[in-house]
């Protein structure tokens, strides 16, 4: 009986251990996989040139994918361990069992050899005073046979029982050898790739202090070219208050229009840009690689940048005035890079930046499409701004949308 119920404790710790053992077996399988695809990103990512920040998120993933696998092989190999303590318990106890019932059987078997030289089956029959003590006798000797041959059986399960406890004992140390090896290889690659994520903080850091400084020189600039157009928005907006009340205000040959009499008129109504919103071509021809209003930093998301206008990659260098108008402003800014200002009819003002060469003066006039001056493309983008008074406007919403 005893030995029964250690075979059957046995059994279970096999049973829950190995269910155990499956599963986590199982969830390191999948975190492999898992740390695999992110790694084909991560190589992926490489060959795209991809964001800093981008490599840190991934790169953050992986180690926590790491983390949870060598967190998953400590506790495989913390089962494995106290399986084999169980086993070895177990096979010590199967040892002591198997011992006692090897001495018993052996006694049983010298006993049976004594009782054959003193008696036999007719001897047995002449010692018996009836017929009925002489079955008895015989049916006492077949239980002593069967009872011999029952602990033959139970040796024999025993010693099975104990070649499976060493087989198991052996394949969990060998299963614990190459865990162990794992573990130490896993957690030297995670140290690597937590070197590699301080590394990569640490260069997001210098990098968004460069941008940081970059950032605060552009403001500088962009508050120095919202003073400058307000400046020049204001003035010329008094100048056209002194000049209507004085003379009427010069006007480019396109504003003006013949009447039935053939006589020249100003059609302030009928020229006016605003007439024209959604259908004014573009200053150069190109992309539109900044948008107007506040807007997420490429590299930094959590960083927002305000934008007055919008930016545009140009596909050529001339820069064209996108209405008729006067140059009320030619500015010169760091990198000897210009800004000119046109005003509009109706107290419209359009602001191109970023030139690197002006062909216009203050005071003149010009039309639709007339080349304003020149652009280094390919190294600067065009910033263009479109104001009504002292408020910057979307343009995207006055230009003609290809």
């Known amino acids: 009986m005893k030995v029964l119920l250690t075979i059957s404790a046995i059994l279970c710790s096999?049973?829950?251990?190995?269910?155990?053992?499956?599963?986590?077996?199982?969830?390191?399988?999948?975190?492999?996989?898992?740390?695999?695809?992110?790694?084909?990103?991560?190589?992926q990512y490489r060959k795209d040139k991809i964001s800093i920040i981008s490599k840190i998120n991934l790169l953050e993933k992986k180690v926590a994918s790491r983390s949870k696998l060598i967190e998953n092989i400590d506790q495989e190999v913390e089962i494995i361990r106290t399986d084999i303590v169980s086993n070895t318990v177990a096979k010590k106890e199967t040892d002591i069992e198997l011992g006692s019932e090897i001495e018993i059987y052996a006694e049983l078997l010298r006993m049976?050899?004594?009782?054959?030289?003193?008696?036999?089956?007719?001897?047995?029959?002449?010692?018996?005073?009836?017929?009925?003590?002489?079955?008895?006798?015989?049916?006492?000797?077949?239980?002593?046979?069967?009872?011999?041959?029952?602990?033959?059986?139970?040796?024999h399960d025993l010693i099975t029982q104990q070649d499976d406890i060493t087989l198991q004992i052996d394949n969990d140390e060998e299963s614990k050898v190459n865990l162990e090896k794992l573990q130490v290889d896993e957690n030297e690659i995670l140290a690597l790739e937590i070197d590699s994520l301080t590394q990569l903080a640490t260069q997001m850091t210098a990098q968004e202090r460069n941008l940081q400084k970059r950032l605060t020189a552009q403001k500088t600039v962009r508050e120095r070219l919202?003073?400058?157009?307000?400046?020049?928005?204001?003035?010329s907006m008094s100048k056209s208050v002194v000049t209507t009340q004085t003379q009427p205000v010069p006007q480019p040959i396109s504003n003006i229009a013949i009447n039935n009499?053939?006589?020249?008129?100003?059609?302030?109504?009928?020229?006016?840009?605003?007439?024209?919103?959604?259908f004014i071509a573009m200053p150069v021809s190109g992309a539109i690689v900044g948008r107007y209003g506040e807007q997420p930093h490429d590299a930094l998301p959590d960083l927002k940048i305000t934008n007055n206008g919008i930016d545009i990659r140009p596909s050529s260098r001339m820069i064209k005035s996108i209405y008729d108008g006067e140059v009320v402003q030619v500015t010169t800014l760091e990198d000897n890079l210009k800004t000119?200002?046109?005003?509009?009819?109706?107290?419209?003002?359009?602001?191109?930046?970023?030139?690197?060469?002006?062909?216009?003066?203050?005071?003149?006039?010009?039309?639709?499409?007339?080349?304003?001056?020149?652009?280094?493309?390919?190294v600067h983008n065009l910033h263009f701004e479109l104001w009504e008074n002292k408020?910057?406007?979307?343009?995207?919403?006055?230009?003609?949308?290809?």
């Open 340 to 378: 000119v200002i046109i005003s509009h009819t109706g107290n419209y003002f359009s602001v191109y930046s970023n030139l690197s060469n002006v062909s216009l003066a203050k005071g003149s006039y010009v039309n639709t499409q007339d080349i304003i001056g020149e652009i280094d493309s390919g």
């Open 14 to 43: 096999f049973l829950i251990g190995a269910q155990s053992r499956t599963e986590l077996e199982s969830e390191r399988i999948n975190l492999l996989s898992e740390m695999e695809l992110t790694e084909g990103k991560i190589q």
């Open 391 to 402: 408020t910057p406007m979307n343009p995207i919403h006055w230009l003609k949308k290809d």
């Open 226 to 235: 919202n003073a400058s157009i307000e400046t020049a928005v204001i003035a």
């Open 112 to 155: 049976q050899y004594r009782s054959k030289l003193l008696h036999n089956s007719w001897k047995s029959a002449l010692c018996s005073t009836t017929i009925s003590d002489y079955y008895a006798k015989r049916r006492s000797v077949k239980r002593y046979a069967l009872y011999l041959k029952n602990k033959v059986t139970n040796i």
């Open 261 to 278: 009499s053939g006589i020249r008129s100003n059609d302030i109504h009928s020229n006016t840009i605003e007439r024209k919103k959604g």
